[in-house]
């Protein structure tokens, strides 16, 4: 609308104007070079507009012959790119969907029609890779690193290159170099950091990941730094306690339900006196995890304290989490050393149906002390060879008896208190060949924050047995998806439906 009232108000001042001249007519007279000319002013007016539109035409035909040879030249230039687009576009659509002979050919077409782009570059690195031709790809990817513009795409090349043939030496020299030049890459700050971990730099690993704070969301990065503060104070704890001090209680701060930085922070508290400072962090920690750490950091709390002391604070600390597993756990064993035998027994008495490992060889030692009775002490320990596993520190398929900050494959904050093979579903469980055909099998999951008892297992469902006169149902048999070393087998799992007092020793070796 703008523009209309616009263009009728511009052509209104033209007519006027016209409409002026014309009613007020007027003579022009030119003498030059003897020559006389004598016209009106709107002959003259309408004499200089076509002289105008005359030249204006000439030097356009002029110009465009001029131009001729660089106009052509950048149709022609801009036909190239055109193809060669469409060449790229082509090869990276081959590439995904792992046509090898499209891809070469299209890569071929945009290596003669733009050699020097980018896309080019990276289309050629692709089909190189999806050909195994991995010389042809780390020389593609060290022409990109070598310019400026794919420099960032040119080391991530060769970081994964040399991921795949196992150079970690130089894996590494590339991420730092990506990082250095670019600091904003994820990929490269993460992977520096994870170098820097597997070699024990603690302070680099910290400084770097201080760089990266500006890219991480605030509770990963208090989490990953009260992780690596805790790597550091258990690095130097033997030979500088004041600094392991220092970082074990920053860590809490940051992250106070970290149960290795409470179980540090708690033990050089106590020794250094601070027990009500100690007692809090050890006590809040075991409220979101119970840990068998903080239990023994709580019981040797104070230096030279007597067993029924020891004992106290134990039964204090597991009713914080009553029903858990590890407060059962550390109780029966400070009672044990308190002799408190009773207490003991109470305690374990919830899980003797399925014991775990742990519990067994509660069980084995609390019949040696209690009644010095080594016949049962064996029967708990062979039970204690086919019992469910305990919860240790896992992560990636290993376990570790201690916890670790970094993984084996270089992942921080990776390891994790549960059972092993929790949350693992096997797609060929292991089921005894001589027993009939049964409901569908199920994995029973375990939630990380559950008090879990036995490892995850496969159930299976049997059909009913008639015994004697009356038809009653098996409980269903626990077979583990991974069977231990010392396991003989899921026929040692099965048991009666009702409780069978356990052979004695000699009975149970002999069969």
């Not at 009728?8 to 020559?35: E, F, K, M, S, Y």
């Not at 070469?104 to 980018?118: G, Y």
């Not at 006590?283 to 019981?299: G, R, S």
């Not at 134990?314 to 408190?340: Q, S």
């Amino acid at each position: 609308m703008i523009r209309i009232v616009s263009f009728l108000i511009v052509v209104g001042a033209l007519a006027l104007g016209v409409a002026w001249l014309a009613d007020r007519p007027g003579d022009v007279l030119v003498t030059w070079q003897g020559l006389r000319i004598e016209t009106s002013l709107m002959v003259l007016g309408g004499a200089v507009l076509i002289a105008m539109a005359v030249i204006a035409l000439i030097w356009s035909v002029l110009r465009a012959i001029v131009r001729s040879p660089l106009m052509l030249k950048r149709r022609l230039h801009r036909r190239r790119g055109e193809r060669a687009y469409e060449a790229i576009s082509r090869g990276l659509v081959a590439i995904g969907a792992g046509d090898l002979a499209a891809a070469r050919k299209h890569t071929a077409d945009a290596k003669r029609l733009a050699p020097a782009e980018p896309l080019a570059l990276l289309l050629s690195a692709q089909a190189a890779q999806l050909g195994g031709d991995r010389g042809a790809a780390d020389n593609v990817f060290r022409d990109m690193a070598g310019r400026a513009d794919t420099k960032a795409l040119g080391l991530r090349g060769l970081f994964i290159e040399a991921q795949r043939r196992g150079d970690h030496a130089g894996a590494h020299a590339f991420a730092d170099e990506a990082a250095r030049d670019n600091p904003s890459l994820g990929w490269a700050g993460k992977a520096v950091l994870e170098f820097r971990c597997r070699s024990g730099n603690w302070a680099g690993a910290l400084a770097l990941l201080e760089g990266q704070k500006p890219a991480l969301d605030k509770e990963t990065y208090r989490r990953q730094r009260a992780v690596l503060l805790t790597a550091r104070a258990l690095a130097i704890e033997d030979t500088d306690r004041d600094s392991a001090k220092a970082y074990a209680l920053e860590a809490v701060k940051l992250a106070p339900t970290l149960v290795p930085a409470a179980a540090l922070a708690g033990r050089v508290l106590a020794e250094g006196g601070e027990l009500r400072k100690a007692s809090r962090v050890v006590n809040k920690a075991w409220q979101a995890q119970p840990h068998p750490d903080l239990a023994d950091v709580l019981a040797n709390l104070r230096f030279g304290d007597a067993a029924r002391d020891r004992l106290k604070r134990i039964e204090a600390l597991a009713k914080k989490v009553p029903g858990h597993i590890e407060g059962a756990l550390a109780m029966a064993r400070a009672a044990l050393d308190a002799r408190e035998f009773a207490k003991a027994r109470a305690a374990l008495a919830p899980y003797l149906v399925a014991p775990t490992k742990r519990i067994a060889l509660l069980m084995a030692e609390l019949e040696r002390a209690e009644h010095n009775d080594e016949g049962r002490a064996r029967e708990w320990i062979a039970r204690a060879l086919n019992a469910a596993s305990d919860p240790t520190w896992t992560t990636e398929g290993h376990t570790s008896h201690r916890w670790l900050p970094v993984s084996p494959g270089g992942r921080i904050d990776a390891f994790e208190w549960r059972v092993p093979l929790t949350g693992i579903v096997s797609a060929a469980p292991v089921i005894e060949a001589a027993q009939p055909a049964a409901a569908p099998i199920e994995i029973a999951p375990q939630s990380k924050d559950q008090n879990a008892e036995v490892a995850p297992a496969v159930t299976e469902t049997l059909p009913s047995r008639r015994r004697g006169e009356q038809s009653q149902s098996k409980p269903a048999p626990v077979i583990p998806l991974v069977h231990a070393p010392d396991d003989p087998g899921p026929e040692a799992l099965e048991e009666s439906e009702e409780p069978v007092e356990p052979e004695s020793g000699w009975r149970k070796i002999l069969g």
